[in-house]
């Protein structure tokens, strides 16, 4: 079974550069059959999806962040990262990792990490 794990920073500062990292355990990631994604929620709203990348490394970005957003392999290819520049407080939110067979994933399917409190502020 699939485990996600995000790892990172909780407080950045405005106008920081936000680096989270997910590391990928119990399952095989050298297909490009799932998408891995990154997604957050601020609070008191609902999820936004922020962006997804496979094996490949063929990239996929919400056009509302893209401009903004990197997501990448580290070297060891168990790990993915986000990086989100020029930070602002509205990006405090709880950043999660998934896997899925879908670009956007499902709340309700595929798997994902517990989630991580990023909270951006000086």
């Known amino acids: 079974q699939v485990q996600l794990q995000e790892s990172g920073p909780g407080l950045v500062k405005p106008s920081q550069t936000l680096s989270l990292t997910c590391t990928v355990s119990?399952?095989?990631?050298?297909?490009?059959?799932?998408?891995w994604s990154w997604i957050r929620q601020p609070p008191g709203k609902g999820l936004e999806w922020i962006g997804a990348i496979r094996y490949s490394g063929n990239s996929y970005y919400n056009p509302s962040l893209k401009s903004r957003t990197s997501i990448y392999w580290a070297s060891s290819k168990n790990q993915f990262t986000l990086q989100l520049s020029s930070v602002t407080p509205e990006d405090t939110a709880v950043y999660y990792c998934?896997?899925?067979?879908?670009?956007?994933?499902?709340?309700?399917?595929?798997?994902w990490g517990q989630g991580t409190q990023v909270t951006v502020s000086s």
């Open positions: 998934a896997r899925d067979t879908r670009v956007v994933p499902r709340s309700d399917f595929g798997s």
């Open positions: 119990g399952g095989s990631i050298t297909t490009d059959y799932y998408y």
